[in-house]
């Protein structure tokens, strides 16, 4: 499997599209608005790294609204239990 966190620029008016888009896609499994220098962030599961380019490019680019993307690959997941 191959993870990787998308961090997302969007049109100004267009971040509530973009979420609700990247959540209809299987491989998206969170997704975040944030304040910042991105406005999104996205966790991302495909079964390879040829899958990822694929969504990146098939999926993620054909969303009306996103203007730049930064694709970040988790080469392994660390988990705490900590509570807040």
Do not use: W
């Not at 966790?43 to 380019?53: F, W």
């Not at 680019?61 to 993307?69: A, F, L, S």
């Amino acid at each position: 499997m191959t993870s990787a966190l998308l961090l997302i620029n969007c049109v100004i008016g267009y971040q509530d599209n973009v979420v609700n888009e990247l959540k209809k896609l299987p491989e998206f499994i969170e997704v975040y608005k944030i304040d910042g220098i991105y406005d999104i962030i996205a966790k991302v599961n495909t079964t390879s790294e040829e899958d990822l380019g694929e969504v990146m490019v098939s999926k993620t680019r054909k969303i009306e609204g996103i203007t730049t993307t930064s694709t970040l690959v988790i080469l392994k997941e660390e988990h705490t239990h900590t509570k807040l």
